[in-house]
């Protein structure tokens, strides 16, 4: 099932309007950022780098309203780096989205 939220749908359709394709291509772009996003997140291994991947993954859905994210987003920047609970719901996330 695909990521579907009001608050997102608000925002994308706030930033693409009645431009089906533009939405389509905002969606794309906005996948294509987090799973960047998750690949540093997974990747770090220090303090620092782990709470500067989960800012820029609260930054994003953020800008985009995606409250579920945010809140895993939040739940990273409690975590200890590597935490695999942190990391497999975001995959989890990213994968529904995507579908």
């Known amino acids: 099932m695909a990521y579907h939220s009001p ?3 608000s925002a ?3 930033a693409a309007g009645e431009d089906p394709k533009l ?4 969606r794309a772009a906005f ?4 799973k960047q996003r998750l690949d540093l997140l997974k990747r770090a291994r220090c303090d ?27 739940l ?3 975590s200890a780096p590597g935490e695999p609970t942190v990391i497999s ?3 989890r996330f990213a994968d529904n989205f995507g579908e």
């Open 89 to 91: 719901s975001i995959e």
């Open 7 to 9: 608050s997102f749908d």
């Open 23 to 26: 939405a389509a291509e905002l």
């Open 48 to 74: 620092a780098n782990w709470y500067q991947a989960a800012e820029r993954i609260r930054g994003l859905a953020a800008s985009f309203s995606a409250v579920e994210l945010i809140e895993l987003a939040e």
């Open 31 to 34: 996948l294509a950022s987090l």
């Open 12 to 14: 994308l359709g706030a």
């Open 76 to 78: 990273a920047l409690e």
